[in-house]
């Protein structure tokens, strides 16, 4: 009798990985090699991406030669073709997955995302292709992931920065989601390319061809190409999305607390009303450089609904635009506008009995960071390269402001806190007078300090500066005084007259980003002889050597 035919090969379960490029994509296709039951797959479909787009690549013409570009084919007999291992993992870019595909590559096998944030991705990007928001395909994984969950199979979702600070959690979590066991030497692989690696391996995988694990995440990132930062706000709103649904127990940088349970559970899925749009509550976000987060600058009413009702709409909103205008907001939105935006919300939420709305009104977004109201044009940044904001070369003018320095017994001024009202007051009253600071007197009328720094005056050699009681006891205040003692200067601390000042051989005022600035003029007196005082150029010296002298280093990159 003839022998009997071989058993068919079984099918192996496929595990489909998928990410954006520079995700540590290959390193983790590393990792699952190494198991004893896992076959793996370079991106099996890059040939059937290059034939349907016809986008460029240095190995275009040799990839098209080597791999089968049917993308259907690909799938029904190598992706899910028979097998000699138990598992096969498929390496997929995101962007490959095209819609002449096969449904099959979605319905069958496991899959998991990996991510990695944009502002990682992006310094490196661009070695082999130029950088675009459908190379990156970082909006596919979140059609992928969307997808998945509507097949009614959620993937796992990792994050490349915690598989490089804890591969061990991470991977083992990875495996137990994808119902596989964990095996230890996925952590390691021998340096060197792979009888496995893409046709594309010599373009893209140098940096991984010389590891033998996962390595740390750099601790300070890399300076970012900041021609690419429209790409990368592109981005990070696909990100975020993915971040959210990454488990928070695995490889955590700290410990995350659980999310507090909220005294209305309703409000977990609520409409907020931001600027002019509704967002869900956690988009519903203000910039940083928002007035009421650069200083508290906002005003606000709250409102109570009742069987369909707002409670004293109008006696809420006399009560607003009157707190506006005593803050000299400008552009205030009318009151048809902010009545129109309640109501939206109101029913978008489907809110009309037993309801209350927190309505807030800020002085708006800044084009620079300061307390000045003239900084409300448009929006800033967070970061910025800025030097002394005055004139430390000819000197500033200031004014007396009639808006005094908050007592202890109120707000007490040593605490550095984000409420600036008191501040923004005096500043109001500086700009109006188009001096550059304003002086802010204590409750008895002696000088505190300027809406924004501390201040001190010279008097026949000796230098005084008020006490701290209604001041904020500056970093550079302190400085200063220790280099008066240092410069072999009498120094005083004490109660001081406005009158004082305005008789005063030399005045400066100090801040970390004013330095020291002399002052040349006050309530329209000059002071001195109109110009800067030998005692504030012996100071402003003294100052520089300090500055230029001290302070930690900025850590850098040990490859950097």
Request: glycine share 6%; with cysteine; hydrophobic share 40%.
């Amino acid at each position: 009798m003839p022998p009997p035919p071989p058993e068919p090969e079984p099918e192996p379960v496929v595990i489909h990985a998928w990410s954006a490029p520079r995700s540590l994509s290959t390193s983790l296709m590393y990792s699952f090699a190494q198991r004893d039951d896992m076959e793996v797959l370079d991106e099996p479909l890059y040939a059937n991406f290059l034939r349907v787009t016809g986008v460029d690549r240095p190995y275009r013409e040799e990839l098209l030669s080597n791999m089968d570009p049917d993308g259907n084919k690909v799938i029904s007999e190598v992706i899910f073709g028979p097998g000699k291992r138990k598992y096969r993992y498929c390496k997929h870019i995101a962007k490959q997955r095209l819609p002449n595909l096969s449904s099959d590559l979605m319905k069958k096998g496991k899959h998991f995302i990996l991510i990695r944030n944009p502002l990682n991705i992006l310094p490196s990007f661009d070695k082999v292709v130029p950088p675009s928001f459908f190379e990156l395909g970082i909006a596919e994984l979140v059609s992928i992931y969307s997808e998945l969950c509507e097949l009614g199979s959620p993937p796992p979702v990792i994050d490349a920065d915690d598989l490089q600070r804890d591969p061990e959690a991470v991977l083992s979590g990875l495996c137990e989601d994808l119902g596989i066991p964990y095996q230890p030497q996925m952590l390691q692989w021998e340096a060197g390319p792979k009888d496995f690696d893409g046709i594309w391996a010599p373009w893209w995988y140098r940096s991984v061809h010389k590891s033998t694990g996962f390595s740390m995440p750099r601790r300070y990132p890399l300076t970012f190409p900041f021609a690419l930062y429209d790409l990368l706000e592109q981005s990070l709103p696909f990100y975020n999305v993915l971040k959210r649904h990454v488990s928070k127990t695995i490889g955590s940088p700290q410990p995350t607390l659980p999310d507090p349970p909220l005294p209305v559970p309703e409000n977990k899925k609520i409409l907020v009303w931001v600027g002019d749009e509704l967002l869900p509550r956690d988009s519903a976000k203000v910039s940083v450089f928002d007035s009421v987060v650069q200083g508290g600058d906002a005003v606000w009413e709250g409102l109570r609904i009742y069987d369909g009702k707002v409670f004293k709409l109008d006696e809420h909103l006399d009560r607003l635009f009157d707190s506006a205008k005593a803050m000299a907001f400008s552009n205030v939105p009318s009151r048809d506008w902010i009545k129109d935006a309640i109501f939206r919300t109101l029913n978008a939420n489907g809110m009309f009995n037993n309801a209350h709305i927190r309505l807030t009104l800020t002085r708006g977004k800044k084009v620079t960071s300061g307390m000045s109201p003239a900084f409300n044009l448009y929006g800033c940044t967070l970061i910025e390269w800025k030097p002394p904001v005055y004139d430390n070369s000819h000197g500033i003018k200031l004014v007396t402001a009639t808006t005094r320095r908050n007592s202890p017994n109120s707000i007490d001024s040593k605490i550095h806190h984000n409420n600036l009202i008191n501040n923004i007051l005096a500043k109001i009253e500086g700009n109006l007078a188009q001096a550059e600071d304003a002086i802010m007197l204590d409750k008895d009328g002696f000088v505190s300090e300027t809406n924004a720094t501390n201040i001190f005056m010279v008097k026949k050699g000796i230098v005084l500066t008020p006490h701290a009681e209604y001041c904020l006891p500056g970093i550079t205040r302190a400085t200063v005084m220790d280099l008066v003692v240092k410069e072999s200067l009498v120094l005083h601390e004490r109660r001081i007259s406005l009158s004082e000042f305005h008789a005063a051989d030399e005045v400066w005022t100090t801040g970390t980003m004013g330095e020291i600035t002399p002052v040349v003029m006050i309530d329209g007196r000059e002071i001195g002889d109109g110009k800067i005082g030998p005692v504030t150029r012996q100071i402003q010296n003294a100052y520089k050597v300090i500055t230029a002298g001290s302070g930690v280093t900025i850590p850098r990159n040990a490859d950097e």
